[in-house]
């Protein structure tokens, strides 16, 4: 193509979660100085995000008819873009854009530059999942935006949600994810796609604080994708801190997570059946945990 987007065409051999045969997974890939430009747009004020992150999501591909500014319990509304796909069931990308501490970038711009940078990838072709990428509002509030969002969903709305992928904190290191759920085996077979190691767990979510929390309640399989554990070191330093800058962001891991969160994306619009909330079959030895003490064990 002429434009600065190249086609990847990844052809994967499936060999677990309910898909029989080779599938093919086409998804349009940004080149790497296309997604650090835009993680370095962040607005300093959050009031200024809603507007920056509607024009990402236009620039991406994403008409103003399909997007919504959902007012929320806090100042800041919650930014939606949908993109329809061919079947009745959907899957919500969502990751908070207000910050504390710094200018945000790590936490979360990272996350909420994240999802029309998705959208441009994975929207451009033909899904059969609609994806609901979500910027949520006031997660310093209660988690307010999700929260909100959950509340104007209709049972039956819920009930065809397939999984929510949580995005936080992105790009310090490779990515970690927690907890451990039925989307782990997709996601590890995305960064199996990447020629990159299996991904560990790293615990960050705490009940009443997480974006999650409030779609784990409604049966609905949900994962944080997120960048803050890494063994022997404590990253959790630079959140909420004047340390919490672009320059906090290594671009290439930014990248590379950009790359398996496309995969993973394109994998789950493959299935078809019902994605588990119990553990995953990854076994016991290969995963890490950070309880609150923030220690690694």
Same mark, same amino acid.
């Not at 607005?43 to 399909?66: I, K, S, V, Y």
């Not at 969903?153 to 904190?169: E, F, G, P, Y």
């Not at 990447?194 to 615990?203: F, G, I, S, T, Y």
């Not at 994962?223 to 554990?229: A, E, K, P, R, Y």
């Given at each position: 193509?002429?434009? =600065? ?9 499936? #060999? ?5 045969? %080779? ?49 929320? *319990? ?11 796909? &061919? ?15 710094? &200018? ?16 441009? &990838? ?7 999942? /609609? ?14 935006? &999700?929260?909100?969002?959950? =509340?104007?969903?209709?049972? *039956? ?33 995305? %960064? ?8 560990? %767990? ?7 604080? %997480?974006?999650? *929390? ?7 399989? #949900?994962? /944080?994708?997120? #960048? ?15 340390? *919490? ?6 671009? =290439? ?22 994605? =588990? ?15 609150? #003490?923030?220690?690694?064990?």
């Amino acid at each position: 193509m002429t434009r =600065r987007i190249l086609i990847a065409l990844l052809i994967l051999l499936f #060999s677990v979660v309910a898909v029989a045969a %080779a599938n093919r997974i086409v998804f349009l890939q940004l080149g790497l100085h296309i997604v650090q430009e835009r993680v370095g747009l962040v607005p300093l004020r959050d009031e200024d995000r809603p507007a920056r992150l509607q024009q990402l999501f236009t620039n991406a591909g994403c008409p103003q008819d399909h997007q919504q500014l959902q007012t929320t *319990d806090s100042e800041l509304p919650n930014v939606i873009c949908t993109i329809r796909g &061919s079947g009745p069931n959907a899957i919500v990308i969502g990751a908070h854009y207000d910050h504390h501490g710094g &200018s945000g970038a790590l936490d979360n711009w990272s996350g909420a530059a994240m999802l029309p940078i998705l959208a441009e &990838s994975i929207g451009s072709v033909a899904m059969r999942h /609609t994806l609901i990428f979500v910027a949520f509002g006031g997660k310093y509030h209660g988690a307010s935006g &999700s929260r909100v969002f959950m =509340r104007n969903l209709t049972d *039956d709305q819920k009930q065809h949600i397939t999984a929510m992928i949580n995005l936080d904190s992105l790009g310090l290191t490779m990515p970690r994810y927690w907890p451990d759920n039925g989307l782990v085996q997709p996601l590890q077979i995305a %960064a199996l796609n990447e020629h990159l190691p299996q991904l560990r %767990a790293w615990q960050v979510d705490h009940e009443g604080l %997480a974006d999650t *929390d409030v779609f784990r309640k409604a049966k609905i399989p #949900s994962i /944080t994708i997120h #960048s803050l554990g890494r063994e022997g070191t404590d990253l959790l330093y630079v959140v909420h801190s004047r340390e *919490d800058t672009v320059k906090a962001l290594d671009m =290439r891991a930014y990248y590379e997570t950009y790359q398996i969160l496309s995969v993973f994306l394109a994998y789950l619009d493959q299935i078809d059946g019902s994605i =588990r909330l119990g553990p995953s079959d990854i076994p016991m030895h290969d995963r890490m945990r950070q309880p609150g #003490s923030h220690q690694h064990r």
